[in-house]
């Protein structure tokens, strides 16, 4: 006996993918990539050194103050962890092979790309991202404050990279000329090309940031 199988039309399949974002349909496959993982841990869970490799999973990170408990794959990096397991989407992957500069974030103040850091190696480090940079009362990081008041960037996907950059380079050299500042960002990359304008926001955020020290 032949049977026939319905397919279904092309007009179903598009009403089913409307609702699936880019996002969610990363964060499903790292889901499924975990789902497949603990199933082999399961399998294996009769020998002591795989039931040593499970735990290893499970880690504490400080992220922005705070420590955070999460399930980390071996080969997982920060950018992955920090956007799609604990939902800091500020920080934005660009290029994803440390060259754009877009997911910098600051690891023990020091800029870091953190598509090109493992998240195991943060373990006894203290992660800082956009999104720990204001004040508990809402108050902006003056760097983010300066960005404000002169407009600095344009698609703004690179902006969370350039701030953190800024931010962990100012710890060093609070008031830096126009050449330092610029040789300080260099690592990272605008695609919009504005690089006049980025300066001019961060050389105001600086300013702003002495001028909190002043009155401090």
């Given at each position: 006996?032949?049977?026939?199988?319905?397919?279904?039309?092309?007009?179903?399949?598009?009403?089913?993918?409307?609702?699936?974002?880019?996002?969610k349909?990363?964060?499903g496959?790292?889901?499924?990539?975990?789902?497949?993982?603990?199933?082999?841990?399961l399998?294996?869970?009769?020998?002591?050194?795989?039931?040593?490799?499970?735990?290893?999973?499970?880690?504490?990170?400080?992220?922005?103050?705070?420590?955070?408990?999460?399930d980390?794959?071996?080969?997982?990096?920060?950018?992955?962890?920090?956007r799609?397991?604990?939902?800091?989407?500020?920080?934005?992957?660009?290029?994803?092979?440390?060259?754009?500069?877009?997911?910098?974030?600051?690891?023990?103040?020091?800029?870091?790309y953190?598509?090109?850091?493992?998240?195991?190696?943060?373990?006894?480090?203290?992660?800082?991202?956009?999104?720990?940079?204001?004040?508990?009362?809402g108050?902006l990081?003056?760097?983010?404050?300066?960005?404000?008041?002169?407009?600095?960037?344009?698609?703004?996907?690179?902006?969370?990279?350039?701030?953190?950059?800024?931010?962990?380079?100012?710890?060093?050299n609070?008031?830096?000329?126009?050449?330092?500042?610029?040789?300080?960002?260099?690592?990272?990359?605008?695609?919009?090309?504005?690089?006049?304008?980025i300066?001019?926001?961060?050389l105001?955020?600086?300013?702003?940031m002495?001028?909190?020290?002043?009155?401090?």
């Amino acid at each position: 006996m032949e049977v026939m199988f319905d397919m279904p039309d092309e007009s179903n399949i598009k009403e089913v993918l409307k609702g699936v974002s880019r996002r969610k349909f990363i964060q499903g496959v790292i889901a499924g990539g975990a789902g497949v993982s603990a199933a082999t841990y399961l399998f294996r869970a009769s020998t002591a050194t795989s039931a040593a490799s499970a735990g290893e999973r499970l880690i504490t990170i400080n992220v922005n103050g705070r420590d955070r408990r999460v399930d980390v794959m071996k080969q997982e990096t920060l950018a992955m962890t920090l956007r799609y397991k604990l939902g800091l989407t500020g920080t934005k992957i660009g290029c994803d092979r440390a060259e754009c500069g877009a997911c910098t974030v600051l690891i023990d103040g020091v800029p870091r790309y953190s598509c090109s850091t493992l998240t195991h190696t943060v373990r006894n480090a203290k992660v800082l991202t956009i999104e720990g940079l204001a004040k508990e009362d809402g108050t902006l990081h003056p760097v983010q404050q300066g960005i404000i008041e002169e407009q600095g960037f344009q698609c703004a996907f690179c902006m969370s990279g350039f701030v953190m950059a800024s931010v962990g380079f100012l710890q060093t050299n609070p008031n830096p000329t126009r050449a330092e500042l610029a040789h300080g960002i260099s690592g990272n990359l605008c695609r919009c090309q504005d690089y006049d304008k980025i300066l001019t926001a961060l050389l105001r955020g600086a300013e702003i940031m002495r001028g909190e020290a002043t009155h401090a």
